[in-house]
């Protein structure tokens, strides 16, 4: 997959000069000549401020190239080459595997299981980190409810014991942020820690549904949630294990420098960013997710799901290692 959202405004051409298939290139006003771009692989993610051109929309329907144009924090439109044989390949497997009751309940076992260890493993890093007995207290509360999991041995029980699990967890957080008064509500921008969260979360989901439309799957076929035609399931249950290690350090670490007079405004009760705290945000996310010369991004995260989801699919295997938070 070739992601472009690390690029500065400009345009996605078609360049007939190159020997290489298929022939596209960045060009910007402040740099006509651009540069020559990478083989995508099936899929270029290409934001709102990057323009593809006509020709370059056929160079990669011809190629079998997918081109998906994001916004914020969705992919508003999908353009489509023809199904390749391998998708058809891929798919077919999927199913399988998906219709099989049991090794269905292990994967969502499996990535319930992951995102526990995650909270668990952030919370004591705080803990340790601050000397702070509460939190302790909490990691160790998080942990028993961990150690219980393997007693829900239908999808619903799972389920039931993922929530109970989160709210366990986020309930360390008021003392954790030195903001008594927070309590996680999702999707309703209760306060800026809510909004700054949903918001996250939702690139953390573009990334992981790009990363399997890049593979192949079929996106609407979850487990862990029920499936849903109309939403990414299948994402949403991969990127369980990713949302300590990726969204909720990365708020952690931002919230206390974040200027909410010029980041947040509120109106009728819910908050939304301004101009200002869009623009601070995705400045920090970009450079979060795809790293700098001196630390690594934590963008890779999400091709890694997708490869362990892949080693379940096509070899059944049960031994699932998912990105973890080190103690």
């Known amino acids: 997959m070739l992601d472009l ?27 006509p000549e651009g540069r020559v771009l990478p083989d995508p692989g099936s899929l270029v993610a290409c934001p709102r401020w990057i323009h593809p051109t ?37 798919r077919r497997q999927q199913y399988a595997r998906h219709d099989d ?7 969502a076992y499996s990535l319930v299981e992951a ?44 389920r039931g014991g993922e929530g109970h699990l989160a709210r366990t967890y986020f309930a360390a957080w008021p003392h954790w942020l030195r903001r008594p008064q927070f309590q996680r509500i999702a999707r309703r921008a209760h306060d800026p820690v809510n909004l700054l969260l949903d918001i996250c979360y939702s690139r953390l989901c573009q990334a992981v549904t790009l990363e399997l439309l890049a593979a ?12 849903d035609p109309f939403r990414p399931t299948l994402a949403l249950d991969l990127m369980e294990p990713l949302r300590p290690l990726v969204v909720d350090r990365f708020v952690l670490a931002i919230v206390p420098r974040v200027q909410e007079s010029s980041w947040f405004q509120c109106s009728d009760g819910r908050w939304q960013m301004t101009a200002v705290g869009h623009a601070a945000l995705r400045t920090r996310w970009l450079r979060w997710w795809h790293g700098t010369a001196r630390k ?18 096509e070899t059944g295997s049960t031994d699932l290692t998912w990105p973890t938070v080190a103690l």
């Open 54 to 90: 006509f020709d370059a929309l056929a160079e990669c329907v011809e190629h079998g190239v997918d081109l998906a144009i994001l916004r914020g924090n969705r992919i508003t439109a999908l353009v489509r080459a023809q199904y390749r044989a391998s998708t058809v390949s891929v």
């Open 216 to 227: 192949g799957y079929d996106i609407a076929l979850g487990t862990l949630h029920a499936e």
């Open 115 to 158: 995102k526990a260890r995650n909270q668990r493993n952030l919370l004591y890093r705080a803990a340790q980190r601050r000397h702070d007995a509460r939190l302790h207290a909490w990691a160790a509360r998080v942990h028993a409810e961990w150690r219980s999991l393997p007693m829900h041995r239908t999808l619903e029980r799972l």
């Open 5 to 31: 959202t690390a690029y500065k405004a400009g345009a996605l051409c078609y360049d007939p000069v190159q020997p290489r298939s298929p022939r596209l290139r960045w060009r910007s006003h402040d740099d």
């Open 101 to 107: 009751s049991a090794a269905a309940w292990a994967l």
């Open 296 to 313: 690594p991004g934590v963008g890779s995260t999400a091709a890694a799901v997708v490869a362990t989801y892949r080693s379940w699919v």
